[in-house]
Structures are given as structure tokens and as C-alpha cells.
């Protein structure tokens, strides 16, 4: 899944691609925007809610689009997602998922954007048999987007308090 997002990114926002090696393209976004820069105190904040949040398995195979276009992969269930966000939301309330543009949390990995040469049956056709796949998302990546700077700030596991916490 990663060859085929990472391709996306080179396609329509080649300034987004991040040669940090740790660095996940293909992903399932927890709460953006973040804050601008996080302190220790909402750093530990994010550790106590990962610590109590399960690794949580799940399936990817059905592919969805949004009324804008995007054409996403809906993860199933998707209720660990959506819980783990409304906990974030709850524990930074300054921070609404996509800054308040949408209504509701709908968990999804970005695939790519309709258009004259895209469509759902040729990104399908595009994933081969990448999908279906069952996943285990066990950590939250805290990343930096910007042009040509994108990166990994942090990794923090889910279910675990990280080594040095108390």
C-alpha cells in the first residue's frame, strides 16, 4: 500500500514526499491539524491516550469516495478510528479534525482523486492484489508536512507507556 500511495504523492505533490526512511505515506489520520508544535505536556497527554488505545486490526478492501472526490479505503470496522479521534478531539478541543471542514469522522487511507484519467475502477484495478489486506495499526505517527521537509517528528506505540515513562 505504501508503493502505491507513495506514487500518488510523487504524482500530485511531489514537494510532500518525505526521504525520511521511518516516514509512512500510506495512512489513517488520528487528528489534523495538530498543534503547530507540541509541548511535553500535550506530548504526555498523547502517550496516556495511546497507552489506554489497543492496537487495532482491521481490513482494507473497500474503496469509497468522498462527494470532493478523493477516493479513499474504508477501514472495517472503522469505530476504533473514529472513537480513537472524538478521545483526541476531546483532549485537545482546539484542535477540530480538519480544522472544522467537515461534519463528521470518517476514517479512511487516501488513495487518490477522481478525475478525466482516474476513476474508482482504474485505482482498483491500480492496487492489484494489494487489496484486500487485514492490518494491525499499533502506533500514531506525529509527522511535519512542508514542501520539502516533510518527516517523522515522533512514533508512539498503542497499549504500551513508552520506555522512561513512569
Known sequence: MELFVRGRFEHYDPAYLSVDPAFTHAHITVLAPFLPAADSAALERVESLLAETPPITFALDRIETFPNGVIYLAPEPDGPFRELTERFVAAFPQ????GGQFPDIVPHLTLDQLSAEVTVASTRDRLG?????TCVADRVDLVWYEPHRTRLLTSLPLGAVRAGSP
Open 129 to 133: 492484489d494489494t487489496v484486500p489486506v
Open 95 to 98: 484542535c477540530p479534525p480538519y
